[in-house]
């Protein structure tokens, strides 16, 4: 990195003053070997990392529904959010989902080729497969691609 | 019908063990009950905090065990509880599994089924709930769902006891199934792969290279000792998945869903079901509109029954009648004449005394309601309300950072803190269990105390219950957010199934309510009887005046209230209800303004809770959180108070 007040270009991973000190994992400050200026390193301040979340900056994007489609979205697929409620449709794929939340959802009946309905969107998402009703989180309901 | 193929017939011994596993909510433990009737103990999995049960299935002069399972998704476990199910079937050898199933979700059931068959383990197929199916208009052919399979299969009604017969006489034809699922090219490539890094257990090679197939780390560290092994199977594992485009969990259950399909084809017809009241009902339940005002009814009504019924008349009836006139005189009258010693006498009928107060109280005043509230609480769960309480309440529990499940373990610390923080471990993540725990120790008042505070708010004045409840409320969710930022970890996914919506047996209801008043009795009532001879200790050392001297800065300064009440808080935190009732007594003989009442009161609810709940917290999850949580809702609930006494004062509300 570059210091900020002498120009100086260093590294700042495997500093000496953070491998040689018995604090050194715990600073979490970088000072310039040259000048000796000292600059934080967020990454490594508890309670800096505490603050962002409770805290955000305004240049983050908070909400990740973008309205834009997925570029490999197949055709004449939509999210289960865009089907009305009480009619049947079929799953094609999983957007984004995790592994994890991909398995266990497929223990439920919920895999690509089954029959989904939604039966309702308030207060939380219910949805029905077969005789199976879930509550389940809107999130999820985002990553269910079903066809048209 | 037996088996009529020869594939490695072993012989299942007549006291081989039965084990009862299935899908949550299929009525394994009707059936668990129906064929056990007396015979059952509960007790913890070893080296667990889950609770198994054990029954003696008596059947033509034999007498077999069974045991009930945790309900499972799969074989291969999602939570504590389904980890315990899989240990089950690993550990007993050999034996006979019943496999409860719901027919009308025959689809999901079939997945398990076919992991059995997998395994290798000789079972029979239950299809429970038949009369359920019926009405919407599933018709399942059992016999030929019997020869595709290759293993007996048994339609029951296990509420109403129809089928229950036959299926204990077949449970000796219990055999292997024949059904065989083949994955795709790479899944069978590396299940060959795999075969000779895996040990000999009670399930089959194929069953176990399937489970690490799809992901199951932690069986993995239990099975596999060598290191090199293990780096063997997560490298064939990774180099199997890079070779498919979704992860191999989910392509390994759509290949057997995909055959599930094609046998149901086969054997399930459909007709046209009826639109059942509970159909109907269960719409109404979490309507979005219509969903509040039944919630509101249904709390009221539990308000009725134990607020009123439990904590009034009962308690009124055991406490003042049975026990302060009979009972309480007649034992202190023979302590006196046949114990000469002062001191002694004192330690069993004193004011701290051992028979006057902790077993009095434990008896008198918490048992009807907690009784009352077990009740309640069976009824809510068989019914099948709660998951859909949840689903009402997602989006508050949402604001604090938590998922609609935490539901169950709220509602019932309403009945008994301690127990509900057993309670967290239904939750998935470490996260939210933590949270949970949190939020009971702080802010859920039990059903021993909260009569007695309702009493004394309403007592005060709507605005008074006001105050209190939003205070209240608005602690738990402000600590509940922020803890939600602070503990680290993942929360758990909100995907929670609706079961249907059906009439509870009130036997089922009696029978859970007993086994947990006989939780209740056995692990609280000696804690009551420690916590009365700590006090007692306290007090015959002056301690007790010593500690209320050194406090008394903070409770008369900051938070306006006078010494004495430093013993009520004192005795709250080893005996909740007392505190309450102390607080009581000051209150009737006038010691208190209401602005002095109402701090107290929401003081005492958001306090630590009784020291039965932090030995609680201690063993689930260790020493250091319990302390860390005291020492966190302590300073907080007086602080809380202050803030609100300097308010109250300040603006002059309530005199």
Redesign the interface.
């Known amino acids: 990195m570059l210091c900020q007040l002498c120009g100086y270009e260093f590294e700042a991973t495997n500093m000496a003053c953070h491998t040689e000190c018995p604090m050194g994992s715990h600073c979490n400050l970088i000072c310039c070997p040259n000048c000796g200026y000292q600059v934080v390193n967020e990454s490594k301040s508890f309670l800096v990392q505490l603050l962002h979340r409770l805290w955000p900056s305004s240049g983050t994007i908070k909400n990740s529904n973008h309205q834009r489609r997925p570029k490999n979205a197949r055709r004449n697929t939509v999210p289960l959010t865009h089907i009305p409620i009480g009619q049947e449709v079929e799953i094609d794929s999983f957007m984004d989902m995790p592994p994890d939340r991909l398995t266990r959802l497929s223990l439920f009946g919920l895999t690509a080729g089954t029959l989904i309905e939604v039966l309702q969107r308030y207060p939380s998402p219910v949805i029905r497969i077969d005789q199976t009703e879930l509550a389940i989180a809107k999130e999820i309901l985002e990553q269910i691609w079903v066809k048209l | 019908m037996s088996c009529h193929h020869q594939v490695d017939n072993k012989i299942v011994p007549d006291e081989a063990p039965v084990i009862l596993i299935g899908n949550p909510n299929v009525g394994k433990s009707v059936l668990f009950g129906a064929l056990t009737g007396h015979y059952v103990t509960v007790s913890n999995y070893p080296g667990t905090t889950v609770e198994i049960s054990r029954g003696t299935l008596k059947l033509n002069g034999h007498a077999r065990p069974i045991i009930d399972t945790p309900g499972i998704?799969?074989i291969s476990p999602?939570s504590d509880d389904e980890r315990v199910t899989q240990d089950i079937l690993l550990t007993y050898s050999p034996t006979t599994v019943v496999q409860v199933v719901?027919m009308?979700?025959l689809?999901?059931g079939l997945?398990v089924a076919l992991e059995l068959a997998e395994a290798g383990l000789p079972f029979i197929l239950n299809l429970n709930m038949a009369d359920e199916a019926k009405a919407?208009g599933?018709e399942v052919d059992a016999g030929r769902l019997s020869k595709m399979l290759g293993v007996p299969v048994v339609s029951t009604v296990a509420i109403r006891g129809i089928g229950l017969e036959e299926l204990a006489q077949q449970l000796n034809t219990a055999c292997q199934a024949t059904y065989t699922v083949t994955y795709d090219t790479p899944v069978e490539a590396a299940i060959t792969r795999l075969k000779s890094h895996l040990p000999k257990t009670a399930l089959s090679a194929r069953s176990l290279a399937l489970m690490f197939l799809?992901?199951d780390d932690a069986l993995l560290t239990r099975l596999i000792p060598s290191e090199a092994d293990r780096a063997a199977i997560i490298t064939i594992r990774r180099e199997t998945e890079q070779q498919m485009a979704?992860?191999l969990?989910?392509l390994i259950?759509?290949q057997r869903?995909?055959t599930i399909d094609a046998i149901m084809q086969n054997v399930v017809h459909r007709k046209l079901g009826r639109q059942l009241w509970a159909k109907r009902l269960?719409?109404w339940l979490?309507?979005?509109i219509a969903?509040w005002p039944i919630l509101a009814l249904i709390l009221y009504l539990v308000y009725l029954f134990v607020g009123v019924l439990g904590a009034g008349t009962l308690v009124d009836l055991l406490e003042t009648r049975l026990f302060g006139e009979i009972i309480n005189p007649w034992l202190t009258h023979m302590v006196e004449t046949l114990i000469p010693i002062g001191l002694v006498q004192e330690f069993l009928v004193g004011e701290y005394g051992l028979i006057t107060i902790a077993l009095t109280y434990s008896l008198a005043i918490v048992l009807p309601i907690v009784t009352t509230f077990f009740l309640v609480f069976s009824l809510l769960e068989d019914s099948g309300y709660l998951?859909r309480l949840?689903?009402?309440l997602?989006?508050v529990f949402r604001l604090m950072g938590l998922?609609?499940k935490a539901v169950l373990p709220m509602i019932l610390g309403l009945g008994c803190v301690t127990m509900a923080t057993m309670t967290t471990r239904i939750l998935e993540s470490r996260k939210e269990r933590l949270q949970v725990t949190l939020l009971l120790a702080l802010g859920v008042p039990c059903s021993a105390q909260l009569g007695v505070i309702l009493g004394m708010v309403t007592g005060l004045g709507t605005m008074a219950l006001i105050i209190w409840g939003g205070m209240v409320i608005g602690t738990l969710v402000a600590v509940g957010y922020l803890a939600a930022?602070?503990i680290p970890g993942e929360q758990s996914?909100?995907?929670?199934?609706?079961p249907a919506i059906r009439l509870p047996s009130l036997r089922n209801i009696v029978v859970k309510t007993v086994a947990r008043l006989e939780w209740y009795l056995m692990e609280v009532i000696p804690v009551f009887i420690l916590g009365t001879s700590a006090l007692f200790i306290l007090d015959k050392t002056t301690l007790l005046a010593a500690i209320e001297r050194a406090l008394s800065p903070i409770i008369v300064s900051w938070l306006n209230l006078p010494t004495q009440i430093t013993g009520v808080f004192l005795v709250g935190f080893l005996r909740r209800d007392y505190g309450a009732t102390g607080l009581f007594a000051l209150a009737r003989d006038g010691a208190l303004n209401p602005v002095q009442i109402l701090v107290s009161l929401v003081i005492i609810t958001l306090f630590v809770p009784c020291i039965a709940n932090l030995f609680m917290i201690a063993r689930e999850y260790g020493i250091r959180t319990a302390l860390a949580v005291a020492a966190f809702v302590f300073p907080l609930a007086f602080t809380v108070g202050g803030l609100l006494n300097q308010v109250l004062q300040r603006l002059n509300i309530l005199g």
């Open positions: 998704h799969s999602l719901d009308k979700n689809r999901r997945l919407q599933i799809s992901g979704q992860p969990g989910y259950n759509w869903l995909k269960e719409r979490i309507h979005p969903g998951p949840a689903v009402m997602n989006r998922n609609g930022q602070v996914d909100f995907v929670l199934e609706l």
